[in-house]
């Protein structure tokens, strides 16, 4: 069994949740999980979901089974066994959050205690990190974490890494902006205790696409003139993003592929502008991409999409909570940029150049035979196995 915790009790953790039960009762088919039908050891059926924390007062104390109801979701029996516990705040959390956190009203040193506490109960081997997006800078040694964890200077994903790294043979799986992957100080950290962390951020909506559109565009030494790509949605991670630091964090994570794809950085418009409530979870997505073609002409392309922006994630998440689990098995410690680099849209350790979606893929399925051989599973060509067995 493969002990799992979200941090972040919100819509992708709770699309998770829910989805995982139900996949695993198979009455939900595997599509939006990349790796779904590759054995490499961790079956989905052994995920289980062991705690939750959260620091939304409505959240706090309920069940997953209420949450995922209060979405609207079809509620699933499994659900009521796991309840949101208190997470920590800090400076960092959204003013539109009333919270019960453990930090409220405490002593930042006795909060940090306590979730060390909740952690030993809890005996987590993958923490997933679906908390608000937050803007952060890499830390480079541990000494400057732990400082800067004490004086309560850190945005709360970074603390969150710190008290999981305090640990050995556990993966953090960070899904959203703040640097954990891309922090020195954190995957050397985990490589030296035998612990992992995966991130920073998914690549779930226009971001996928687009880096492939650049590696096509490339190829065929075409000139990108300009690259606009702008979401607008209507949920909860949207309402955060109208904060102006929330949204450059989504900026730089989304944009820093052009150069290195491209050879070259061309004028762009890349980041979430806008939330709008009646679009809910499903954004509206646009994209203009034009360059300079054979013998100087402008060709021009336009994308229009709607997208169900957190269950793109949560499926993702499927398949990092079972990677995280075989890399550690493997003995594989401190980040993988195998994975990072498919899933990922600012791919770990720091200074890892981008490179299109399609190719790194490859890199993953190729990183998935090594845990294969490592299990003493026979060695077979995943690349066929993971295209042709859907059903
Ligand atoms: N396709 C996608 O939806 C997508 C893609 C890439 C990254 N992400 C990232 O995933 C994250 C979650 O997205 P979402 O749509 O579920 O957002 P959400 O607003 O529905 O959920 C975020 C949850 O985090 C909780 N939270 C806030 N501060 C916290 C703290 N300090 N400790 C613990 N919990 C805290 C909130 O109360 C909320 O329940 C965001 O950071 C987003 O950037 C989402």
Same mark, same amino acid.
């Given at each position: 069994?493969?002990?799992?915790?979200?941090?972040?009790?919100?819509?992708?953790?709770?699309?998770?949740?829910?989805?995982?039960?139900?996949?695993?009762?198979?009455?939900?088919?595997?599509?939006?999980?990349?790796?779904?039908?590759?054995?490499?050891?961790?079956?989905?059926?052994?995920?289980?979901?062991?705690?939750?924390?959260?620091?939304?007062?409505?959240?706090?104390?309920? #069940?997953?089974?209420?949450?995922?109801?209060?979405?609207?979701?079809?509620?699933?029996?499994?659900?009521?066994?796991?309840?949101? #516990?208190?997470?920590?705040?800090?400076?960092?959390?959204?003013?539109?959050?009333?919270?019960?956190?453990?930090?409220?009203?405490? %002593?930042?040193?006795?909060?940090?205690?306590?979730?060390?506490?909740?952690?030993?109960?809890?005996?987590?081997?993958?923490?997933?990190?679906?908390?608000?997006?937050?803007?952060?800078?890499?830390?480079?040694?541990?000494?400057?974490?732990?400082?800067?964890?004490?004086?309560? #200077?850190?945005?709360?994903?970074?603390?969150?890494?710190?008290?999981?790294?305090?640990?050995?043979?556990?993966?953090?799986?960070?899904?959203?902006?703040?640097?954990?992957?891309? #922090?020195?100080?954190?995957?050397?950290?985990?490589?030296?205790?035998?612990?992992?962390?995966?991130?920073?951020?998914?690549?779930?909506?226009?971001?996928?696409?687009?880096?492939?559109?650049?590696?096509?565009?490339?190829?065929?030494?075409?000139?990108?003139?300009?690259?606009?790509?702008?979401?607008?949605?209507?949920?909860?991670?949207?309402?955060?993003?109208?904060?102006?630091?929330?949204?450059?964090?989504?900026?730089?994570?989304?944009?820093?592929?052009?150069?290195?794809?491209?050879?070259?950085?061309?004028?762009?418009?890349?980041?979430?502008?806008?939330?709008?409530?009646?679009?809910?979870?499903?954004?509206?997505?646009?994209?203009?991409?034009?360059?300079?073609?054979?013998?100087?002409?402008?060709?021009?392309?336009?994308?229009?999409?709607?997208?169900?922006?957190?269950?793109?994630?949560?499926?993702?998440?499927?398949?990092?909570?079972?990677?995280?689990?075989?890399?550690?098995?493997?003995?594989?410690?401190?980040?993988?940029?195998?994975?990072?680099?498919?899933?990922?849209?600012?791919?770990? %350790?720091?200074?890892?150049?981008?490179?299109?979606?399609?190719?790194?893929?490859?890199?993953?399925?190729?990183?998935?035979?090594?845990?294969?051989?490592?299990?003493?599973?026979?060695?077979?060509?995943?690349?066929?196995?993971?295209?042709?067995?859907?059903?």
């Amino acid at each position: 069994m493969v002990r799992v915790a979200i941090l972040g009790q919100g819509y992708v953790g709770t699309i998770f949740a829910w989805g995982l039960a139900r996949l695993k009762k198979g009455l939900l088919e595997p599509w939006g999980v990349p790796l779904a039908r590759v054995d490499f050891g961790v079956p989905v059926e052994s995920l289980e979901i062991v705690a939750s924390f959260d620091v939304d007062a409505a959240k706090v104390g309920r #069940s997953l089974y209420e949450i995922a109801r209060g979405y609207g979701l079809e509620p699933e029996p499994e659900l009521k066994e796991v309840a949101v #516990s208190p997470g920590l705040k800090l400076g960092s959390t959204p003013s539109f959050i009333k919270t019960a956190a453990l930090d409220d009203g405490r %002593p930042l040193e006795d909060a940090l205690a306590r979730f060390r506490e909740l952690l030993d109960d809890a005996r987590p081997d993958v923490l997933i990190d679906v908390t608000t997006t937050v803007r952060s800078r890499p830390l480079f040694t541990w000494e400057e974490a732990e400082r800067r964890v004490a004086e309560g #200077s850190l945005p709360h994903s970074q603390v969150y890494a710190y008290l999981a790294l305090e640990r050995s043979g556990v993966a953090y799986v960070n899904a959203q902006p703040a640097h954990v992957a891309c #922090s020195p100080a954190f995957v050397e950290r985990a490589a030296e205790v035998g612990s992992l962390v995966l991130g920073d951020d998914g690549a779930t909506g226009a971001t996928p696409l687009t880096v492939d559109i650049a590696e096509h565009l490339a190829e065929r030494n075409r000139r990108v003139l300009s690259v606009a790509q702008f979401n607008i949605g209507g949920n909860t991670d949207f309402l955060s993003l109208t904060e102006p630091e929330r949204n450059l964090a989504k900026e730089e994570t989304k944009s820093g592929f052009l150069e290195d794809v491209l050879g070259y950085e061309p004028p762009h418009f890349i980041r979430p502008t806008g939330y709008l409530e009646p679009l809910g979870d499903r954004k509206f997505v646009a994209m203009h991409i034009q360059w300079v073609s054979f013998g100087g002409f402008v060709d021009e392309l336009v994308v229009n999409m709607r997208i169900n922006d957190s269950p793109a994630l949560a499926g993702y998440l499927v398949d990092l909570a079972r990677l995280a689990y075989a890399s550690l098995r493997a003995g594989v410690y401190g980040t993988v940029p195998e994975i990072n680099l498919f899933y990922m849209k600012r791919p770990g %350790p720091l200074g890892t150049r981008h490179k299109a979606k399609m190719l790194a893929y490859r890199d993953l399925l190729s990183f998935v035979e090594r845990l294969r051989e490592s299990r003493g599973l026979p060695a077979r060509e995943a690349v066929t196995r993971a295209r042709t067995s859907n059903p």
